[in-house]
């Protein structure tokens, strides 16, 4: 999959799969629409979004919403006829990188039952709802998820430490 994948500021080339990070949150929007998933406070300044395009299409999206050394990943949806190809696992990546560079040591994230497998096996462990909510309150997703608790129960709290990212072990 190595072979596909490049994380660039430059135009990809057909057959290429590259993840860039991206301010244009219309194709940011439209992605999240298509998967009809939240796009509340997507606007919010200190939001980093990735997009994995095939080519010229986009094809996932990826947020992160930084708080100081913590972060909430949000929002991570890949085109339906791209699953199956590690795109996922390739803007989680991307997504961890992006938060690390920002000074988080912890990540956080809610998600459906149906995909705990999927974060567990990237390294995500399951936390209580409200570990989550405290630690990352003023993030959109969290103040979505405050406002609505209907929509919040169907959601699981999963963490992450990348505390040790970047570090060279000896």
Request: proline share 5%.
């Amino acid at each position: 999959m190595q072979g596909w994948f490049a994380m660039a500021l430059r135009r990809p080339r057909p057959g290429e799969l590259v993840i860039a990070q991206s301010r244009n949150l219309a194709a940011v929007r439209a992605l999240l629409e298509a998967g009809d998933m939240i796009t509340y406070g997507i606007q919010w300044p200190a939001a980093c979004y990735l997009i994995a395009f095939f080519g010229d299409d986009p094809v996932g999206v990826v947020g992160v919403e930084p708080k100081i050394d913590a972060a909430l990943v949000r929002s991570l949806y890949v085109v339906e006829s791209m699953r199956r190809r590690g795109i996922a696992g390739l803007l989680m990546a991307a997504a961890r990188k992006a938060a690390h560079t920002r000074g988080a040591r912890t990540l956080y994230l809610f998600a459906p039952p149906g995909v705990r497998k999927f974060f567990e096996r990237i390294g995500f462990s399951e936390v209580g709802a409200e570990r989550v909510l405290n630690t990352m309150r003023g993030a959109p997703e969290v103040e979505y998820y405050q406002a609505h608790p209907s929509a919040l129960a169907l959601e699981l709290a999963f963490a992450l430490d990348i505390s040790n990212d970047g570090l060279i072990a000896r």
